[in-house]
C-alpha cells in the first residue's frame, strides 16, 4: 500500500504571495493532520480534519486554511505569505481522530518564502 | 502551556554505546508515541505507548512510559550508525491537538 504523499516536494514562493500544498492520506485513513517544522524544531500542529471536518486547529494565523475532500486527500491554503513561513509543511494520516491514535506522515513539502 | 521537553538536545556518540533520551512533562497523556525523523522527510512512527509504567521493546531499542504518564524514554544499545537521526516524542494531552517535543538529535560515528 502507498504511503502518505505529499505535492509538490519543494516551492519557492515570494512574499505576499499565495500557495496550496496538497496532501493523500493512507487508503483507508480517514484523518489528516497538518504540521509546521521549522528547521531545529518539532513538528506544530496546524489542523485535524477527520471525514471532511476541522477537528482541530493550532496557534496560527487566520492567513492558513485547509480543507478535506470527500476522498480524504486534503489541501493547506497560505495566504499573504511571510518570510516567517519558510518551513517543512508535514501532512500525516490516520484511522481515528483524538484520543490514542498513531500518525503516519509524509515526506512533506519544503516551502521557501523569499 | 502543555509541552514536552526533549534531552539531551544533541548526542554524539561512538558505535557500540548505550544511550537514553528523555521526554517529559507536566500533563498527564494517553499515550505517547515515539518517531524518528532523517533530513528531508517524515517523522517515521517506532512505537506508541499507552500504559503508565509500560515498557515496549523494538530490536536495540527500549521505550517506557512513566507509571504517572507524564514521561517516557528511549534507550538504545549498541548504538549503531544507521541509528542517527532526530528522535521525536509526541502526545495527543486531550482534543485533537498533537504537541511533538524538540527533538534529540543524535548521531553515531563508526
Known amino acids: 500500500d502507498a504511503g502518505v504523499t505529499q505535492s509538490p516536494t519543494h516551492l519557492i514562493k515570494t512574499r505576499g504571495q499565495h500557495v496550496t500544498l496538497r496532501c493523500s492520506p493512507i487508503?483507508?485513513?480517514?484523518?489528516v493532520s497538518w504540521y509546521q517544522q521549522v528547521l531545529g524544531q518539532g513538528p506544530q500542529f496546524i489542523f485535524q480534519?477527520?471525514?471532511?471536518?476541522?477537528?482541530g486547529r493550532g496557534n496560527f494565523p487566520d492567513r492558513f486554511s485547509a480543507r478535506q475532500f470527500p476522498n480524504y486527500s486534503s489541501e493547506l491554503n497560505v495566504n499573504a505569505l511571510l518570510l516567517g513561513d519558510s518551513a517543512l509543511y508535514l501532512c500525516?494520516?490516520?484511522?481515528?481522530?483524538?484520543?490514542?491514535?498513531?500518525?503516519?506522515f509524509g515526506p512533506g513539502t519544503r516551502l521557501t518564502v523569499t | 502551556t502543555q509541552l514536552l521537553e526533549q534531552s539531551p538536545q544533541f548526542l554524539s556518540i561512538q558505535e557500540g554505546e548505550n544511550l537514553t533520551v528523555y521526554c517529559n512533562s507536566s500533563?498527564?497523556?494517553?499515550?505517547l508515541q515515539w518517531y524518528r525523523q532523517e533530513p528531508g522527510e517524515g517523522p517515521v512512527l517506532l512505537v506508541t505507548?499507552?500504559?503508565?509504567?509500560e515498557v515496549k521493546k523494538l530490536k536495540r531499542l527500549t521505550f517506557q512510559f512513566g507509571d504517572a504518564r507524564k514521561d517516557s524514554s528511549l534507550h538504545i544499545t549498541a548504538a549503531q550508525p544507521g541509528d542517527t537521526g532526530l528522535y521525536l516524542c509526541?502526545?495527543?494531552?486531550?482534543?485533537?491537538?498533537?504537541?511533538f517535543g524538540a527533538g534529540t538529535r543524535l548521531f553515531v560515528k563508526a
Open positions: 487508503s483507508g485513513h480517514k484523518s
Open positions: 500525516a494520516s490516520s484511522l481515528t481522530s483524538g484520543g490514542i491514535y498513531e500518525q503516519y
Open positions: 505507548v499507552v500504559t503508565g509504567g
Open positions: 500533563s498527564v497523556f494517553s499515550s
Open positions: 509526541a502526545g495527543t494531552p486531550g482534543g485533537f491537538k498533537t504537541i
Open positions: 480534519y477527520y471525514e471532511k471536518e476541522e477537528r
